[in-house]
Structure formats: structure tokens, C-alpha cells
């Protein structure tokens, strides 16, 4: 059952003890909606005051935090304002940066790159070139900022365009906050989420933090091995733990964070 840690602090008080008692600390978190608020502009999506430093204060308290994002990992080097910055997971988990800079990708596999090549050429065909954001393995369609019936007339393009491609090239269409995807069927934030506790081991104080639809698989990936959080400024239905309300809500979580590994706020 969804809770609100500000209301319910049974919810959350266990998972802080358990933070100071442990030795290893892992912190998950979305970007868009998550640590920065949604703006009709990307590239000046920029985090709430004082999370940047907030969570480099936790990095440096035994906590591994890692970013996990459908944007391309190298974009929240530029965004995020944490410095150093950390482990970064991009493009829905098909990207990982490293902390020293190393970089991994995950190609799709030659079928599905065809089809997103086609989907480009049929969208760039079809006027919405200003509207698209290409990364690895997938091609993203926003609308945020739009007037609600432009919103529609662009969906009811892409639907039309891509829902044929993705049906033939193996490729998934699906909705975001703002906007529609056409992703290769591979990698999700889920299967980032269980690399990292695969690695962080047994033992371990974990949480999630996410706010859309795609934050989902991330939230089943970590049941029974940790806190889903689900952060945004109204509840959805969703398999996270708690709800927090950002800024203030989300805040106090990461504050909290910090107070149960000592650390100075």
C-alpha cells in the first residue's frame, strides 16, 4: 500500500535504521521529474535547490549513488550539478558512465536499429524533427509545454508512424511524462536497478526514487531488497512504498539519509 513518508514515518523510520546500522548504502534516483522539475525546455531542466549538493554530501558518507535516467547519460554530467559526478545509467540502462569517466553502451540489435532508422526519416518527414530527442536505442517524441490539442495532433502522428514499425522491428512505443518513446526491447531501468544490487551484495540499505511509468520496472526490480520511492507532485497508482512530494518531501528524505550516516547537513 502507497504511503507519504511526511505523514507516515512508521514507513520510512525502519529504513533509517537500518541505514545506520549498515555497512553498505545504495541510492537509486531518477532524474526528470525526480531530482529536477519538468520544463517545456530539456535542456534547462535543472534540479530542485540544494539537491545537487545534498547528494554529493550523501556520496561521500559510504553511500554508492547512482543516477538512472531515459536521457543519455552524458546530458546529466551538464545537468545534474553533482560533482563529482556519479555513476550514471542512460538511455533507460543501454548506457552506463562511470564515476572515472569509462563508458559502456548496449547496442540494439541490427533489426531494431533499422527501424528506428526508419521511424527517424518518417518523423523528420512528418515536421515533428524539432520534437524528437535521439539516443542510444531508442527515439523520444515530447509535447510537454504544448497547448492540449497540439498535444493530441502530435501523438495521434507518432502513433500512426511508429506503431507499424515498432509492430515490425521488434520495437516497443511507449508513453513517458510528456511525450512517447520508440525503444528497442531490451534493456529498462529494472535490469539496471538489478545489476547494481547484484553487485552492491547482500547486506546492503537500498532505495529507488522515481517518479513515471518507466520508474515502474525499477520499483519491481528492488522489492524485497529495498525502498520504492515514488516522487511527484500527485499520487498515481504504482507498486512503490512510499510517496514523497518534491521538493520539500524529497528533501527531507535525502536529509534524512544523511543524519542516519552521520554526516552533517
Not at 117 to 142: D, F, T, V
Amino acid at each position: 500500500m502507497l504511503v507519504k513518508a511526511a505523514e507516515h514515518l512508521d514507513v520510512c523510520a525502519p529504513f533509517f535504521d537500518q541505514l545506520r546500522r549498515v555497512e553498505k548504502r545504495l541510492l537509486m534516483l531518477d532524474y526528470d521529474g525526480t531530482l529536477a522539475p519538468f520544463t517545456p525546455d530539456r535542456s534547462r531542466a535543472f534540479p530542485y535547490r540544494e539537491i545537487p549538493e545534498t547528494v554529493s554530501k550523501i556520496m561521500g558518507c559510504n553511500t554508492r549513488v547512482v543516477l538512472i535516467s531515459g536521457r543519455a547519460a552524458t546530458e546529466l554530467l551538464f545537468l545534474s550539478g553533482i560533482h563529482p559526478h556519479p555513476e550514471i545509467w542512460g538511455s533507460h540502462g543501454a548506457e552506463r558512465l562511470y564515476p572515472d569517466g569509462s563508458y559502456e553502451i548496449e547496442s540494439p540489435p541490427p533489426r531494431q536499429r533499422a527501424g528506428l532508422q526508419a521511424a527517424n526519416r518518417a518523423l523528420c518527414s512528418a515536421g515533428l524533427a524539432a520534437r524528437m530527442e535521439s539516443k542510444p536505442g531508442a527515439i523520444a517524441i515530447h509535447w510537454r509545454g504544448l497547448a492540449a490539442e497540439e498535444q493530441i495532433t502530435i501523438e495521434g502522428k507518432v502513433r500512426k508512424l511508429c506503431g507499424p514499425l515498432a509492430a515490425e522491428y521488434g520495437l516497443q512505443l511507449l508513453p513517458f511524462d510528456g511525450g512517447l518513446e520508440l525503444r528497442a526491447a531490451s534493456k529498462n531501468k529494472g535490469d539496471a536497478v538489478s545489476t547494481i544490487l547484484a553487485e552492491v551484495g547482500a547486506g546492503a540499505a537500498a532505495a529507488y526514487l522515481g517518479d513515471d511509468q518507466t520508474d515502474e520496472n525499477a520499483f519491481r526490480a528492488i522489492k524485497g531488497h529495498g525502498l520504492a520511492v515514488l516522487v511527484r507532485p500527485e499520487p498515481r497508482p504504482t507498486m512503490a512504498d512510499v510517496w514523497l512530494r518534491p521538493p520539500d518531501e524529497l528533501g527531507y528524505f535525502l536529509r534524512e539519509w544523511l543524519a542516519a550516516c552521520g554526516a552533517g547537513i
